[in-house]
């Protein structure tokens, strides 16, 4: 019998040690910018696998990344690592501003590069939206009219129950014009009292009307009891619908224009509590106004004017409230004229459109008379 060959042991085989990716490494003495991006592998089968993109640094301010097809090497599984492409670029004090600004430029447009890559799905629509400027430290945005103007006419020699009214009959802020009730709730007030007024009241009554002064008005809206003791005068003389501003805020006061109607039949046609006294002084202030502020309602009369204006540009907004009342005459009738409105892009806008409101409104009263 032959002699049996000894069988070779097999050798064990040795794993292969996986290779671990390269790990980029930020030049030495370098200082980051804009930070390290570092290696974005996109999980999906589609036009990119991986892509790297170089550190931002003050000796290195350009971006490079590097594509690579879709299918991975032969004989390895999975995105091999790949280093940054070495680009030297030459540094001088000089061209630091014109660098900065590349690389800002740069960094913005690969953010949008990468935002792009890794969405998968249909594509997104975007969605704009608008913002409102509402109060201090807020962006300021361009203002824009959205003007809106109410007026309202009666004719004191054919007295009506109503006045007549273009526009909607809705409150507006009344800027100054709400001087003229804050003097007649002074009046008013006093004489419940049983006393005149005093030389301070009447000194700072005539600088509200015919100067519009505020610190006159402030003065005396403390005096009256501000918005309670508005709103209290204002019930005695048929006002439903008009709303003191809260606190020192006078010029927030709401109202309408068939509420001011109201108010000025109280001054001008004695249909009201106050004596005869009383409202000769309003309305002999109301024909003193200063030569800047006569405009308004003014410019449908004929020969005669008795009025107040209230204009206001709103903070938060940065468009103008632009009020006008008073008594007018034309022809040979006496008018009352209201004309509210808000919304105007700017103070001499607005003006011009109370003063066309006003021309017209008189206009149609003395053709329907």
């Given amino acids: 019998m032959p002699p049996v060959t000894p069988v070779t042991p097999v ?10 990716p390269v790990t980029p490494v930020t030049p030495v003495g370098s200082r980051p910018i804009l930070g390290d991006l570092g290696t974005v592998r996109v999980l999906t089968n589609h036009v990119v ?16 990344y590097v594509r690579r097809p879709v299918s991975p090497p032969p004989n390895r599984r999975g995105p091999m690592p790949y280093r940054p492409i070495p680009r030297t670029t030459t ?26 890559l890794l969405v998968v799905g249909p594509t997104a629509t975007a969605v704009t939206g608008t913002s409102e400027r509402s109060g201090a430290g807020a962006t300021q945005a361009t203002a824009t009219s959205e003007a809106r103007v109410t007026t309202a006419v009666l004719d004191l020699d054919q007295p009506a129950d109503k006045p007549q009214v273009r526009g909607k009959d809705v409150p507006y802020d009344t800027a100054s014009i709400i001087k003229v009730d804050i003097l007649t709730a002074l009046l008013l007030q006093a004489q419940d009292a049983g006393r005149d007024l005093t030389q301070q009241d009447r000194t ?6 015919e100067r519009s002064d505020n610190d006159a008005a402030n003065a005396l809206w403390r005096r009256i009891g501000a918005a309670p003791g508005l709103d209290a005068v204002n019930k005695r003389l048929g006002l439903s619908s008009t709303v003191g501003g809260a606190g020192g805020k006078w010029g927030l006061t709401r109202t309408t224009v068939t509420d001011q109607i ?6 001008f046609a004695g249909e009201s509590a106050l004596t005869t006294t009383s409202r000769n002084y309003i309305s002999t202030l109301m024909t003193r106004i200063v030569a800047g502020q006569s405009w308004g309602v003014s410019a449908a009369s004929g020969s005669g004017w008795a009025l107040k204006n209230g204009w206001l540009q709103r903070s938060t907004t940065g468009l103008w409230d632009i009020n006008s009342v008073g008594q007018v005459t034309s022809g040979t009738h006496h008018y009352l004229v209201a004309v509210l409105s808000d919304g105007n892009a700017s103070m001499t806008g ?14 149609s009263a003395r053709a329907a008379g």
Avoid: D, Y
């Fill in 11 to 20: 050798t064990p085989v040795t794993p292969v040690t996986p290779v671990t």
């Fill in 49 to 64: 696998r991986a892509f790297f993109v170089t550190p931002v640094t003050a000796r290195n301010r350009r971006f490079v």
């Fill in 91 to 116: 540094w001088s004090a000089s061209t630091h501003g014109r660098r900065g600004r590349r690389a800002g430029l740069c960094a913005v447009l690969l953010t949008g590069s990468v935002a792009t």
């Fill in 204 to 209: 700072q009554a005539e600088a509200m009307i």
């Fill in 262 to 267: 109201r108010l000025l039949r109280a001054v």
């Fill in 350 to 363: 607005g003006i011009a459109a109370v003063e066309r409101a006003a021309r017209t409104a008189v206009s």
